[in-house]
């Protein structure tokens, strides 16, 4: 499927919408039940637009280790790792039960380490890490 261009700040609204309803169980329009609503987990990082190509690679490779140890978490719902050509940026994003257990990835090892490989790389990585609690969804 092709998507239409979208804004810095579009996509961002966009992956996030997508994360909120991936992988969930229905629920009415407009539910607002805040307390069994997810808390969606946004990671964001800058590079080098001459970097496009190699942390492209490195976030695609990075799947071989992430999957596996974030299928082993209690309470991931969803993760999308994410990169923008014209903004130079990409966004892990990952959808929780809880926010107790999103703050998992603060100190996950193998994020940690793939983490050190990216800075290496010159990758730009914003703290603090962001928790957003969902407030509805559709």
């Not at 629920?27 to 609503?37: E, K, T, V």
């Not at 490195?58 to 999308?80: E, N, Q």
């Not at 929780?96 to 090892?109: H, I, M, T, V």
Request: glycine share 6%; charged share 25%.
């Amino acid at each position: 499927m092709l998507w239409p261009a979208l804004p810095r700040r579009g996509f961002l609204r966009v992956s996030l919408a997508a994360l909120a309803t991936a992988g969930l169980p229905g629920r009415s329009h407009g539910s607002n039940a805040s307390d069994s609503l997810p808390v969606v987990r946004v990671s964001r990082a800058s590079f080098q637009p001459e970097s496009y190509e190699e942390v492209r690679r490195m976030l695609d490779s990075a799947k071989h280790t992430l999957v596996p140890a974030l299928r082993r978490l209690p309470g991931c719902l969803d993760y999308l790792a994410s990169i923008d050509r014209e903004s130079n940026t990409m966004i892990n994003a990952s959808v929780w039960r809880s926010l107790q257990e999103a703050k998992q990835l603060d100190g996950f090892p193998p994020m940690q380490e793939l983490a050190a490989d990216f800075v290496r790389a010159g990758v730009r990585f914003e703290r603090p890490v962001a928790n957003y609690e969902t407030l509805w969804r559709l």
